[in-house]
């Protein structure tokens, strides 16, 4: 399939052929969705913990004699009753880590790749190079690509001044095409990559002679 690519003033400057496989493939909401959360849950610490009442500081006397007081009989003070004592079935450390195939994972990226073009959300450029930082040159630059609003930037290298430029605008993140996500690429509306990051992006999810079908199914 052929897409359009612009300069720096949306001005459609020639065509490039692109991978139907990378994007142009069907979509697999449930192949996206699974991707979503374990990436999500990948991301937890899981660190949340609560002392038991064998862990929390205190003696393990008995608070008062066991008649005569008026009380109800107690034991420790740590007991979970007490105030300052254990707590019952609190959160433990443990890890939230979900395992997925990587087949899968490549299968979700290239959904959505394949989506933002479908739809008319991913911008592909000629290049993308600021002589020096300047944030009000950058959002000059997604103004006039109309890509202002939620974008995400890809290039193949760290671009040190487009970083420098993007990381102050609300609703902007710079990314490498290497390192592109589900998260991502649903939380930003419009995707930009330069021409080299698309064929990064094509060279990293082509399909290898070994894989036989489209991808699409598990």
Same mark, same amino acid.
Request: charged share 25%.
């Given at each position: 399939?052929?897409?359009?690519?612009?300069?720096?003033a949306?001005?459609?400057?020639k065509?490039i052929?692109?991978?139907?496989?990378v994007?142009?493939?069907?979509?697999?909401?449930?192949?996206?969705?699974?991707?979503?959360l374990?990436?999500?849950?990948?991301?937890r610490?899981?660190?949340?913990?609560?002392?038991?009442?064998?862990?929390?500081?205190?003696?393990?006397?008995?608070?008062?004699?066991?008649?005569?007081?008026?009380?109800?009989?107690?034991?420790?003070?740590?007991?979970?009753?007490?105030?300052?004592?254990?707590?019952?079935?609190?959160?433990?450390?443990?890890?939230?880590?979900?395992?997925?195939?990587?087949?899968?994972?490549?299968?979700?990226? %290239?959904? @959505?790749?394949?989506? $933002?073009?479908?739809?008319?959300? &991913? +911008?592909? !450029?000629?290049? #993308?190079q600021?002589?020096?930082?300047?944030t009000?040159?950058?959002?000059?630059?997604?103004a006039a690509?109309?890509?202002?609003a939620?974008?995400?930037?890809?290039?193949?290298?760290?671009?040190?001044?487009?970083?420098?430029?993007? %990381?102050? @605008?609300?609703?902007? $993140?710079?990314?490498?095409?290497? &390192? +592109?996500? !589900?998260l991502? #690429?649903?939380?930003?509306?419009?995707?930009?990559?330069?021409?080299?990051?698309?064929?990064?992006?094509?060279q990293?999810?082509?399909?290898?002679?070994?894989?036989?079908?489209?991808?699409?199914?598990?």
């Amino acid at each position: 399939m052929e897409v359009p690519v612009y300069n720096l003033a949306r001005e459609v400057v020639k065509h490039i052929d692109v991978s139907d496989y990378v994007f142009a493939a069907p979509f697999n909401e449930a192949v996206v969705h699974q991707a979503m959360l374990q990436q999500r849950a990948n991301a937890r610490q899981g660190t949340a913990d609560t002392k038991t009442r064998g862990e929390v500081a205190g003696t393990g006397r008995k608070m008062f004699r066991q008649k005569g007081t008026g009380e109800a009989r107690a034991g420790m003070r740590r007991s979970p009753v007490r105030r300052g004592g254990g707590i019952v079935f609190g959160p433990e450390p443990r890890s939230y880590r979900q395992s997925m195939p990587r087949k899968m994972r490549q299968l979700a990226i %290239r959904c @959505l790749l394949s989506a $933002k073009v479908k739809v008319g959300e &991913l +911008l592909v !450029v000629e290049q #993308l190079q600021l002589g020096e930082p300047k944030t009000k040159e950058m959002a000059r630059i997604l103004a006039a690509l109309k890509a202002d609003a939620s974008v995400l930037i890809a290039t193949v290298e760290p671009e040190e001044n487009v970083i420098k430029s993007a %990381r102050n @605008l609300p609703g902007v $993140k710079t990314t490498l095409a290497g &390192l +592109l996500n !589900v998260l991502d #690429l649903l939380s930003y509306k419009t995707v930009l990559l330069t021409e080299d990051a698309v064929r990064h992006v094509e060279q990293l999810w082509e399909k290898s002679p070994s894989q036989g079908g489209n991808g699409a199914s598990l």
